[in-house]
């Protein structure tokens, strides 16, 4: 309970902003949060908090993963690489080969996800494959 | 003249039944009362029968019980309450889902390629971050290391610049 205690304000900050499917454990002193954010700010400001609790998430005491409820099939994202090109590949791995690029900070359609990891996208120029989803934010 | 004293007779009980019925309270305006009260507490509902209130319905804790009755309590014309909402304790969370060790290393793998200078090894679901970042860049890191659902993503070793 302590571990909830310490991160009170990010729990409670989280059932305010409407994110649902939330699931709080814990297990072997690691609380693990879970759950679903109405958008990109939500989880964004959720980081920030738990930033805040744990600077720089360096204690290892939470394992947060918070999905995005708008990032759904047809929705746009935008490529958010640090300034290189996504690589799109033929499939969901960087095994891969690569049969296209999106520039950093352009807007791409979702059409599915295979996991939480890879996703399937399509530029406006056609380019169509896989990506990775820790590249793409919803907006 | 007989007749006319009829009249007044059947004029004069009629009126006297109009306001002893509009003096009870109906079972009707009570149960309204009663259902608006207990709204706030989902899975219960009250049924009113001369004025006694039956509550009925499930919920997850003690608390509420006592505060739909205390709610029904208060509402006017009741004569009493008659709790029978059952408390059952939510089912325990889910067990925490870790991935495999397996399934893990690949995807660390394909994450870590993208960050120069750290390394993160796997072991039994415990995700041991080593080397150094910048704050942002080790944000990034551990977001997508967190979504990968391992048991515990350790970084003590990790020098954030």
């Known amino acids: 309970m302590a571990l909830q205690d310490k991160y009170k304000n990010l729990l409670d900050t989280a059932k305010a902003s409407g994110v649902s499917d939330l699931q709080v454990a814990e297990l072997d002193g690691v609380l693990h949060i879970n759950g679903t954010a109405p958008s990109g700010d939500v989880k964004d400001k959720l980081w920030d908090i738990y930033g805040q609790i744990d600077p720089n998430f360096l204690t290892g005491d939470v394992v947060m993963d918070i999905d995005v409820a708008t990032a759904v099939a047809g929705a746009k994202v935008k490529v958010i690489t640090e300034s290189t090109n996504l690589n799109i590949r033929k499939g969901p791995g960087t095994d891969q080969p690569i049969v296209g690029k999106a520039a950093h900070n352009e807007i791409v359609t979702l059409i599915s996800k295979m996991n939480e990891q890879w996703w399937l996208i399509r530029t406006d120029g056609g380019a169509e494959g896989y990506s990775y989803a820790q590249y793409l934010q919803p907006v | 003249m007989k007749l006319r004293h009829l009249t007044t007779s059947i004029m004069a009980i009629g009126l006297f039944f109009m306001i002893a019925c509009k003096g009870k309270p109906k079972d009707s305006e009570i149960m309204q009362a009663a259902s608006t009260a207990v709204q706030s507490i989902p899975g219960v509902t009250?049924?009113?029968?001369?004025?006694?209130?039956?509550?009925?319905?499930?919920?997850?804790?003690?608390?509420?019980?006592?505060?739909?009755?205390?709610?029904?309590?208060?509402?006017?014309?009741?004569?009493?309450?008659?709790?029978?909402?059952?408390?059952?304790?939510?089912?325990?969370?889910?067990?925490?889902?870790?991935?495999?060790?397996?399934?893990?290393?690949?995807?660390?793998?394909?994450?870590?390629?993208?960050?120069?200078?750290?390394?993160?090894?796997?072991?039994?679901?415990?995700?041991?971050?080593?080397?150094?970042?910048?704050?942002?860049?080790?944000?990034?890191?551990?977001?997508?290391?967190?979504a990968l659902h391992p048991k515990k993503v350790d970084a003590k070793g990790l020098k954030v610049k």
Do not use: Q
């Open chain 2, 46 to 146: 009250a049924d009113v029968k001369e004025g006694v209130v039956t509550l009925s319905g499930t919920v997850s804790t003690e608390d509420e019980k006592t505060s739909a009755e205390n709610a029904v309590k208060s509402v006017k014309d009741v004569k009493s309450v008659v709790n029978n909402i059952t408390v059952t304790p939510p089912p325990a969370p889910a067990p925490v889902a870790v991935s495999a060790d397996d399934s893990l290393k690949t995807a660390v793998a394909d994450v870590v390629k993208d960050f120069p200078g750290i390394k993160v090894d796997v072991k039994d679901g415990v995700l041991t971050v080593t080397g150094e970042a910048k704050a942002d860049r080790w944000k990034t890191l551990k977001m997508a290391l967190d």
